[in-house]
């Protein structure tokens, strides 16, 4: 498992507790939201990292030359 991953677990577990504190999500029903609240957050992290990595693209290029 990615070091990543574990944190991501961490944080989908705590947004699932808190939507089960305000009765939004019940324990029934914890592992459909969790999946998806799990692949938010890990796509929302792919994507800004994939942003970070443009925005450097240049600079390598630029090095290379």
Known sequence: MHPDDEKILRLAKEVIIKFIELGRISPN????????????????????????????????DSLEE
């Open 29 to 60: 029903n914890f592992e459909e939201h969790f999946r998806s609240v799990f692949w938010a957050l890990k796509n929302t992290l792919v994507d800004a990292r994939i942003a970070d990595l443009e925005s450097t693209e240049p600079l390598q």
